[in-house]
């Protein structure tokens, strides 16, 4: 004989640590099914039925649900996922993350471009409202439901959309940003040989336009600057048989000796007997003449790059020796991840702590050499006209929003590893002060040689800043070679490249696999070595899309990845993820969800920056990015219509899995979408925590629903 109750429906919600669990114990007449699944926010399941008190029926009120804490005692799906072994891991790997190559060279060329010291002012505002706030919404988001960037979207199935581009967008960028890896490992073997190979004009790979003052005497020094095409022709003195070359010629002068010269004569008359009146001199230096070349520079794309005569319609064959690099580069990052997150705990240790000593030493020794002050000069100095050009806001939000990670999905994975109390809200003010500190540094770091530079050519510094791989590896190369025991210095920065890229391509990598394993975790169950065999192949394929930046023409993929892989998509995911949790998860709950964690909840900034002034700063952030949009170009190569339209597509390909999955999961949920009632129970399901479904079937009122909600932050 059936009882008056036919079963009871237990939902155990899971999110949060194994040893502290919510219990929501919903008991109504009938058998009742979850729409959502069988499956709860973060792994939670049906215990079966619960026998009734005495046996006897139970007089029970559907709209009274409780919830209470318990403690030890349940079977935990989640029990087995992997920890942290301490704190400090957790830390040490975030922080590993967000510090990357991004910081050597990006930060301080928009520092430069952008008026200084003045961009530090939109730099600093966007870092406090926008990206810090979004940090710290993922850390809590990630500790409280452990589960990977995808299945965290049990708190609101509408929103899984999100995890599916972060986790897209996080991949894209593994096909460009490891390359920058291969070609320092490339450097660092180099490295090895005896003079550095890119300190001279004298090399099979050096054109005629190769200039190398450094290996100059002083007596052949030269003073121009500013020269036409036009006017740069030969030019004599024939009493002295004085000769200066034409501008095909500039790799000759290293045969130059002193007889060439006048004798006693004023070097900076030169000039103006030459007819180059105006030209800026500087006493001991030198300014290169037009279209003249770095021994440095020509060494990266002739012999490494060997990127003459290839462009996007003509990539050519793959490089043996860049190819065995990358190839290095992607098995040690298997290695790193097939031994589980508390390994790449461990490996952080080094490639998070030895960057910074590097620049250390590079940075006492830059500040010995001469002209070091200008550098630092230009990189500080103020111009805050700047503050009024839109690009400059923009350049700004661009660069700490993408510098702090938040959006890629990685802080939600490695903060999914926490144990339950970890103080999240510390290791996010930690990791973003390190994270600003890192990119001023560097800054400082990369200006002292770029001044020396611009002294011992006689250029002004303007004229040797570059924008991104062309900072590292043209111009740091040719100032590390210029100091004692170069070789030394040499090794120790390109090992510092590899450092500060190996920890944020392992989060990229453990992103993609956490967020796939832990969505579709029953099958990976059900296949010995599961997770092993899904990490080779998505570590394969990202290396053989990545093979096409080590071709002849790999330049312009790599520069076509870096500009669209994580542009406008990322940013759209962003504001989508955090106008989910604050207006429709709702911040009472995240509130509620963080002092149970913490011991205290956000305080009222933090709910401020959340609900209004975050979203509103990324919307303009999107706007702006949008507004100041242009044609693809690299050093004067337009790229053709076809490359910028497929740009477009492939910006866009992870945005569009928000509204595909968001409307899959809408319509999986019960109802036939025809009539508003219908619609509406859809849509309370498709807002609502998987958890609370159960609720929603008996009848219960939906609390996302009430107005309160979208007016009063609590």
Known sequence: MRSSVDSALVKVSRIGNPKRHVIAETMMMGNVDDPGGGDSTGGSRSHGKRPSAGGSGLDLNLSTSTLRPIEDGLDDEDGDRETWSQGLDFLLSII?????????????????????????????????????????????????????????????????????CAVTVSYFVSFYYNTIMGWSLHFTISSLSSPLPWTSCNNSWNTKQCFSPEVMSEEELMFMRDVDNSSASAYSFDSEELSIKTESQWNGWNNLSTENFLPGEDRSQLAPQFGLGGARLRKGGIIRPPNATSPASEYFRNCV??????????????????????????????????????????VVYVTALLPYLVMLILLIRGVMLEGAVDGIYYYLVPNMTKLWEIGVWSDAAKQIFFSSGAGFGVHLTYASYNNFHNNCYRDCIVTSCVNC??????????????????????????????????????????????????????????????????????????????????????????????????MFFCVLISFLIGMINVTRGGMYTFQFLDTYAAGSSLLLSVLFEILAVSWVYGLDQLCKDAEAMLGFAPGLYWRICWKFVSPALIAIIIVLDLCTAEELTHEGYRYPDWAQIFGYIFTFIPITLVPIVGFIEFMSFPGDAMTVSSKLMKLSYAITPVSEHAAIKAGQRNKRFQAPHWSYFR
Not at 314 to 339: E, Q
Not at 437 to 457: C, D, E, K, N, Y
């Open 96 to 164: 590993g993350f967000a510090v990357d190559l991004a910081n050597v060279w990006r930060f301080p060329y928009f520092c430069y471009k952008n008026g200084g010291g003045a961009f530090l002012v939109p730099y600093l505002i966007f870092m406090a409202l926008s990206a810090v706030p979004v940090f710290y919404m993922e850390l809590l988001l990630g500790q409280f439901i452990r589960q990977g960037p995808i299945s965290m979207w049990k708190i609101c199935p509408l929103f899984k959309g999100v995890g599916y």
């Open 305 to 346: 790059l060997e990127m003459e005569g290839h462009d996007i319609d003509n990539l050519g064959s793959p490089k043996v020796d860049l190819l065995v690099c990358l190839a290095f580069i992607y098995c040690l990052l298997y290695v790193i991840l097939f031994r589980g997150i508390r390994s790449t705990g461990k």
């Open 437 to 534: 500190f890192t990119s001023i540094f560097s800054g400082f770091v990369i200006f002292t040689f770029l001044g020396s530079m611009a002294h011992r050519q006689g250029r002004p510094i303007e004229e040797v800043v570059n924008v991104g791989p062309g900072l590292v590896f043209e111009v740091y190369p040719e100032a590390v070679g210029t100091l004692p025991g170069a070789n030394f210095w040499s090794i120790l920065f390109f090992i510092m490249l590899i450092m500060l890229g190996i920890d944020s391509a392992m989060g990229g990598l453990e992103c993609v696999i956490t967020g796939i394993t832990d969505e579709f975790k029953t099958f990976f169950k059900k296949k010995k070595h599961g997770r092993e065999c899904f």
